[in-house]
């Protein structure tokens, strides 16, 4: 049996670095908006409550454009 996976979306995972240097995997699908840093960046993730100023958040060590261009690959 095959399975049909045509127009099926799949999770776009990246792997970055966090601040304590240790490799991690980010859905980027799951992004809400990145907060660019001095040394890196705080990515936000949907389902915290923004309009609260409370969202679930990673810090890693990737500039936003560095994930922008991680995220096109």
Not at 46 to 61: D, N, Q
Request: with cysteine.
């Amino acid at each position: 049996m095959t399975a049909n996976l045509a127009g099926v979306s799949m999770a776009n995972w990246k792997r970055l670095t966090n601040v304590e240097n240790q490799k991690v995997d980010v859905n980027l699908d799951n992004v809400a908006y990145i907060e660019p840093q001095t040394d890196g960046a705080w990515i936000h993730f949907v389902g915290g409550r923004i309009s609260e100023g409370r969202t679930f958040a990673l810090g890693v060590k990737e500039t936003p454009e560095t994930i922008r261009l991680v995220a096109c690959t």
